[in-house]
C-alpha cells in the first residue's frame, strides 16, 4: 500500500486541527510533523505486511494445512499488535479481527466470536482446520478493509504520542498473564509486538524527549532494554519465541518492573511533549 | 503542642490543633520524590505541600515516629488490608532505595496534607479518592518482611530473624500458592475503606518498578473510628460466625503485657536489628457459613466455648468472666476441644503461648457451587513465632470448629522496628547494622 505523505502540508494541517499545547513546552507543534510523518510509514508498512501474512495464513487455513496454519499464526499477528494503537481506532474491526472468548457470554460458542483468536481456537485447542474456512475469509476482508481504512486516517499527534503508553498498558494489561493467546501459547510473540511498536514511537520521539526531559528518556531508553533482556531469552530461531508455559515465575515478576515504570512514564509523555 | 505524648505509652498521637512543625517538615520531605516532570528519580526537587488541621476533620493522625511501628498495638480501625509484594529490586541499594521510598510514602500518608495541584497536562499523581485534601483517617500502614527477602538476592540471609520461615501448611489447609508469602507485606488500616484504598494506589504508583504486589485481602470490622480512650469502651466486634471475636485477647494498651508477649527485646536472640518489631502471621480463613447458620445453637456454643449472645464463656454469665476451667477437668461446661480451651488452656505452662489477635472479617464473593466465599483475615503478633502461633495452632489442629473454616493463605512475616526519627527509614537497622 502506498500512503499518501504530503509530510509537510498535511503534517501542519494536522497539527493545527489536534490541538498542541504550547507555551510551556520547549517542543514546538512544527517538531511534531517529522516523528508523525515517519509514523504513518510505519504504520502503512505494518499494516500492509498484514494483509500480505494474513493472506498466506488464511490460505493454509482453508487449504487445511494444519502445520503451516499453525506456524503462521503467530507471525501474522505481530504486524497488528506493533500498530494496535491506530488499528483499535476501528472498533468494530478491532472486535471482529481481534476478540477474546471473555467478552462473550456463550465463550468459543458465541457465532460473533472471530478473528484470530477464534481461528486460533481452531487450530489449537480443536487441533483442526475443519469450519474455519469462512473464518478466514471473514480475517482477510477486515484486515484488508483495516488497510484501506487506515489510508484515509489523519493521526493527531496525541494518539501517536499516547500510543506507546497504549501499547503499554495493553502488556500490563493481559499480556503479562499470558491471557492473550490461551489456546497456542503465543503470546511473548505479541508481547514483543507490543513493546516494538511503543519503541518504535519512542525512537522517533527521542530527539523531542531528550531536549524536553533527558532523565525521563534515559529511563525509557532503560527499561525498553530490561524488558528486551528478558524477552530474549524466550527467542527461538528466526525471531519467534518459546511457549509462555516456558516463562519462568521469576522472570514473569522481573518483567513486572520495568514494564508499570514504563507505563508510569510514558504516560507523562504526552506532557512533556506538550501534545494533547 | 508536640505531636505526640509518650506518657501513657499510647502508640499514636493526637491531632495537633496545629500542624507541628515536624509534621510540616516531615510532609515536605515526603513530598520530594515526585516532580513535576515525571521524574521518580530521589533526587527530585522538593516541592511544598500543605499539611493538614486533622482536629478539624473528627478523626486522627496516628504517629508514625516510635520504638514501634503503628498498627499493631494500635486499636483496631474499621478497615484493614493485607497486601504482599515481591520486591522487584537487584541489588542491595536498590532494596534500601526502595524502603527510603516507602518510608517517605507511609509518612506522608499517615500525616495526610494536600498535595501540590498539578498541570492538567500530566497524569494527576494522587488518585484523588479521597479528595484534594488527604485526611489521617487513623490510617496506619505496617510493614513487614516475609523469609523470602533473606534469599540469595541481597544477602541478607545471616540477618534473618530466627524464627522466620515460609508458612507452611497444616492439616486442615488448603493454601493457595497465589495467596500466599511474600517478600513484604503491608498491613494498611484506617477508618474508611477508601483511606486504605487511596493509601495502596498510592504506593503502588509511586514503587512501579521497586514492589509487584502478589496478592491481597482486604476485610471490615464493626467497629467505630478510633476513640482515642476518650468514648466508653468499645463492644467487642462480632466475627461472621456471629461470635464476639477478640474477648480474651491481650490487652494492647497495656505496655508490659506488649513487652512480654510481643514486641523482640533488645538483648534477645535474635539478630540485633530485630529488636522492636514482631513476628506477624497472616491466614485468610474461609469460613462456611451457610453450614455454620444450618448448626444448631448448643453445637455452635460448644465449638467455640462461649455464649453466643453474650460472648460469656459457657456456665458463666458475663462476657469477661474466667471460663474456671480448673472447676470442669472433665469440659462438662466447655468441651474439653472447644476453640478456645485448645487455644488458651490457661495453664502456667501455656502462658508463653499468648498472643496479640487483630484480625478482620473479610466477604469477597461466590464459589463455583453458589456458596459465600467469606471469613476471617486472621492477624496475629507474638515476639516468639515457635511459642506463640505455632504452640496455639497445633493445639487447635483437628479441632471440631475445623469443619467450617478452610484457611487457603497468607503468611509468616517479621514486622520490622519502627523509625525513630525524620532521618531513619524502615529497615535502616536491618541493612545498614551498627557494629
Ligand atoms: C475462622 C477461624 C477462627 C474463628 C472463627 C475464631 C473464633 C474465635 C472466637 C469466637 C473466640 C472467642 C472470643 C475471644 O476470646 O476472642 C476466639 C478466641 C481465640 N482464638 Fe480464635 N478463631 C479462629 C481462628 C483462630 C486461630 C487460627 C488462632 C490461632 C492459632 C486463634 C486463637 C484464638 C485465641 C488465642 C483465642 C483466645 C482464647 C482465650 O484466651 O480464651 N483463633 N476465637
Same mark, same amino acid.
Given at each position: 500500500?502506498?500512503?499518501?505523505?504530503?509530510?509537510?502540508?498535511?503534517?501542519?494541517?494536522?497539527?493545527?486541527?489536534?490541538?498542541?499545547?504550547?507555551?510551556?513546552?520547549?517542543?514546538?507543534?512544527?517538531?511534531?510533523?517529522?516523528?508523525?510523518?515517519?509514523?504513518?510509514?510505519?504504520?502503512?508498512?505494518?499494516?500492509?505486511?498484514?494483509?500480505?501474512?494474513?493472506?498466506?495464513?488464511?490460505?493454509?487455513?482453508?487449504?487445511?494445512?494444519?502445520?503451516?496454519?499453525?506456524?503462521?499464526?503467530?507471525?501474522?499477528?505481530?504486524?497488528?499488535?506493533?500498530?494496535?494503537?491506530?488499528?483499535?481506532?476501528?472498533?468494530?474491526?478491532?472486535?471482529?479481527?481481534?476478540?477474546?472468548?471473555?467478552?462473550?457470554?456463550?465463550?468459543?460458542?458465541?457465532?460473533?466470536?472471530?478473528?484470530?483468536?477464534?481461528?486460533?481456537?481452531?487450530?489449537?485447542?480443536?487441533?483442526?482446520?475443519?469450519?474455519?474456512?469462512?473464518?478466514?475469509?471473514?480475517?482477510?476482508?477486515?484486515?484488508?478493509?483495516?488497510?484501506?481504512?487506515?489510508?484515509?486516517?489523519?493521526?493527531?499527534?496525541?494518539?501517536?504520542?499516547?500510543?506507546?503508553?497504549?501499547?503499554?498498558?495493553?502488556?500490563?494489561?493481559?499480556?503479562?498473564?499470558?491471557?492473550?493467546?490461551?489456546?497456542?501459547?503465543?503470546?511473548?510473540?505479541?508481547?514483543?509486538?507490543?513493546?516494538?511498536?511503543?519503541?518504535?514511537?519512542?525512537?522517533?520521539?527521542?530527539?523531542?524527549?531528550?531536549?524536553?526531559?533527558?532523565?525521563?528518556?534515559?529511563?525509557?531508553?532503560?527499561?525498553?532494554?530490561?524488558?528486551?533482556?528478558?524477552?530474549?531469552?524466550?527467542?527461538?530461531?528466526?525471531?519467534?519465541?518459546?511457549?509462555?508455559?516456558?516463562?519462568?515465575?521469576?522472570?514473569?515478576?522481573?518483567?513486572?518492573?520495568?514494564?508499570?515504570?514504563?507505563?508510569?512514564?510514558?504516560?507523562?509523555?504526552?506532557?512533556?511533549?506538550?501534545?494533547? | 503542642?508536640?505531636?505526640?505524648?509518650?506518657?501513657?505509652?499510647?502508640?499514636?498521637?493526637?491531632?495537633?490543633?496545629?500542624?507541628?512543625?515536624?509534621?510540616?517538615?516531615?510532609?515536605?520531605?515526603?513530598?520530594?520524590?515526585?516532580?513535576?516532570?515525571?521524574?521518580?528519580?530521589?533526587?527530585?526537587?522538593?516541592?511544598?505541600?500543605?499539611?493538614?488541621?486533622?482536629?478539624?476533620?473528627?478523626?486522627?493522625?496516628?504517629?508514625?515516629?516510635?520504638?514501634?511501628?503503628?498498627?499493631?498495638?494500635?486499636?483496631?480501625?474499621?478497615?484493614?488490608?493485607?497486601?504482599?509484594?515481591?520486591?522487584l529490586a537487584t541489588s542491595r541499594d536498590e532494596l534500601q532505595e526502595m524502603f527510603k521510598r516507602l518510608t517517605e510514602r507511609i509518612r506522608f500518608l499517615m500525616h495526610g496534607g494536600t498535595p501540590e495541584a498539578i498541570d492538567p497536562k500530566f497524569p494527576p499523581p494522587d488518585s484523588g479518592i479521597v479528595g484534594p485534601v488527604i485526611q489521617p483517617d487513623d490510617l496506619s500502614i505496617t510493614a513487614s518482611v516475609g523469609a523470602s527477602l533473606f534469599d540469595g538476592r541481597f544477602g541478607l540471609a545471616a540477618r534473618k530473624p530466627r524464627q522466620l520461615v515460609a508458612m507452611a501448611g497444616f492439616p486442615n489447609d488448603s493454601l493457595q500458592e497465589e495467596l500466599c508469602h511474600g517478600d513484604l507485606m503491608l498491613q494498611i488500616c484506617a477508618s474508611g475503606a477508601d483511606t486504605v484504598i487511596h493509601a495502596l494506589r498510592d504506593i503502588i504508583k509511586t514503587t512501579p518498578d521497586q514492589l509487584a504486589v502478589r496478592w491481597m485481602q482486604d476485610g471490615f470490622l464493626p467497629v467505630e473510628p478510633l476513640s482515642f480512650g476518650h468514648a466508653p469502651a468499645q463492644p467487642t466486634p462480632r466475627n461472621l460466625l456471629g461470635f464476639k471475636d477478640g474477648t480474651a485477647n491481650l490487652r494492647s494498651t497495656d505496655p508490659e503485657l506488649m513487652?512480654?508477649?510481643?514486641?523482640?527485646?533488645?538483648?534477645?536472640?535474635?539478630?540485633?536489628?530485630?529488636?522492636?518489631?514482631?513476628?506477624?502471621?497472616?491466614?485468610?480463613?474461609?469460613?462456611?457459613?451457610?453450614?455454620?447458620?444450618?448448626?444448631?445453637?448448643?453445637?455452635?456454643?460448644?465449638?467455640?466455648?462461649?455464649?453466643?449472645?453474650?460472648?460469656? +464463656?459457657? $456456665?458463666?454469665?458475663?462476657?469477661?468472666?474466667? /471460663?474456671?476451667? =480448673?472447676? #470442669?477437668?472433665?469440659? @462438662?461446661?466447655?468441651? %474439653?476441644?472447644?476453640?478456645?480451651?485448645?487455644?488458651?488452656?490457661?495453664?502456667?505452662?501455656?502462658?508463653?503461648?499468648?498472643?496479640?489477635?487483630?484480625?478482620?472479617?473479610?466477604?469477597?464473593?461466590?464459589?463455583?457451587?453458589?456458596?459465600?466465599?467469606?471469613?476471617?483475615?486472621?492477624?496475629?503478633?507474638?515476639?516468639?513465632?515457635?511459642?506463640?502461633?505455632?504452640?496455639?495452632?497445633?493445639?487447635?489442629?483437628?479441632?471440631?470448629?475445623?469443619?467450617?473454616?478452610? +484457611?487457603? $493463605?497468607?503468611?509468616?512475616?517479621?514486622?520490622? /522496628?519502627?523509625? =525513630?526519627? #525524620?532521618?531513619?527509614? @524502615?529497615?535502616?537497622? %536491618?541493612?545498614?547494622?551498627?557494629?
Open positions: 500500500m502506498k500512503l499518501s505523505l504530503s509530510v509537510s502540508a498535511a503534517g501542519f494541517a494536522l497539527l493545527g486541527a489536534c490541538g498542541v499545547a504550547s507555551a510551556a513546552s520547549v517542543i514546538a507543534p512544527a517538531d511534531l510533523v517529522a516523528p508523525i510523518a515517519d509514523y504513518k510509514i510505519y504504520v502503512a508498512g505494518e499494516v500492509d505486511a498484514l494483509v500480505k501474512a494474513t493472506h498466506d495464513f488464511t490460505e493454509a487455513v482453508k487449504a487445511g494445512d494444519l502445520a503451516k496454519a499453525q506456524a503462521l499464526y503467530a507471525p501474522t499477528r505481530v504486524h497488528y499488535e506493533r500498530i494496535e494503537p491506530v488499528a483499535d481506532q476501528f472498533s468494530d474491526l478491532d472486535k471482529s479481527i481481534d476478540v477474546r472468548a471473555d467478552d462473550f457470554a456463550a465463550k468459543e460458542a458465541d457465532p460473533n466470536f472471530t478473528g484470530f483468536h477464534r481461528i486460533e481456537y481452531g487450530l489449537y485447542a480443536k487441533k483442526s482446520t475443519d469450519a474455519l474456512g469462512p473464518l478466514a475469509d471473514k480475517l482477510l476482508a477486515d484486515v484488508t478493509e483495516l488497510q484501506s481504512r487506515i489510508q484515509g486516517l489523519t493521526l493527531p499527534p496525541g494518539k501517536v504520542v499516547g500510543g506507546a503508553a497504549e501499547l503499554v498498558e495493553e502488556i500490563a494489561k493481559t499480556k503479562i498473564s499470558g491471557e492473550e493467546d490461551r489456546y497456542s501459547r503465543t503470546d511473548l510473540w505479541d508481547f514483543k509486538a507490543n513493546v516494538d511498536g511503543a519503541r518504535q514511537i519512542v525512537s522517533l520521539l527521542q530527539p523531542l524527549t531528550s531536549k524536553a526531559n533527558a532523565k525521563l528518556q534515559t529511563r525509557l531508553d532503560d527499561n525498553f532494554t530490561k524488558v528486551e533482556a528478558i524477552l530474549t531469552k524466550y527467542s527461538t530461531a528466526g525471531d519467534g519465541f518459546e511457549s509462555y508455559d516456558a516463562l519462568s515465575k521469576k522472570d514473569r515478576t522481573a518483567l513486572r518492573g520495568p514494564v508499570t515504570a514504563l507505563a508510569e512514564d510514558l504516560s507523562k509523555l504526552r506532557g512533556v511533549l506538550g501534545v494533547k | 503542642m508536640s505531636e505526640h505524648d509518650n506518657r501513657s505509652g499510647c502508640p499514636f498521637a493526637f491531632a495537633a490543633a496545629k500542624p507541628s512543625r515536624r509534621g510540616l517538615l516531615t510532609g515536605l520531605a515526603a513530598f520530594g520524590g515526585l516532580t513535576i516532570d515525571g521524574s521518580l528519580s530521589a533526587d527530585a526537587a522538593v516541592r511544598p505541600h500543605r499539611p493538614i488541621d486533622a482536629a478539624a476533620s473528627g478523626r486522627h493522625r496516628l504517629r508514625f515516629h516510635g520504638r514501634h511501628q503503628a498498627g499493631v498495638v494500635t486499636p483496631q480501625q474499621a478497615h484493614g488490608m493485607v497486601v504482599a509484594f515481591d520486591v513487652d512480654r508477649h510481643v514486641w523482640v527485646k533488645p538483648g534477645s536472640d535474635e539478630p540485633r536489628w530485630a529488636a522492636g518489631g514482631t513476628y506477624q502471621v497472616v491466614r485468610i480463613i474461609r469460613q462456611f457459613v451457610e453450614r455454620w447458620d444450618r448448626t444448631p445453637l448448643q453445637e455452635q456454643e460448644g465449638i467455640i466455648g462461649r455464649d453466643k449472645a453474650t460472648g460469656a +464463656p459457657l $456456665g458463666r454469665s458475663r462476657e469477661h468472666d474466667d /471460663p474456671a476451667y =480448673a472447676s #470442669d477437668p472433665k469440659g @462438662l461446661r466447655i468441651p %474439653l476441644d472447644a476453640h478456645i480451651r485448645l487455644a488458651n488452656p490457661r495453664t502456667t505452662e501455656t502462658a508463653s503461648s499468648l498472643l496479640l489477635r487483630r484480625g478482620y472479617n473479610y466477604s469477597r464473593s461466590v464459589t463455583a457451587s453458589g456458596q459465600l466465599d467469606m471469613g476471617l483475615l486472621f492477624v496475629c503478633f507474638q515476639a516468639d513465632l515457635e511459642s506463640g502461633f505455632l504452640a496455639v495452632q497445633r493445639r487447635l489442629n483437628g479441632e471440631p470448629l475445623e469443619e467450617y473454616i478452610n +484457611p487457603v $493463605g497468607g503468611g509468616y512475616f517479621f514486622v520490622l /522496628p519502627g523509625v =525513630a526519627t #525524620d532521618a531513619g527509614y @524502615l529497615a535502616d537497622g %536491618l541493612l545498614t547494622p551498627q557494629t
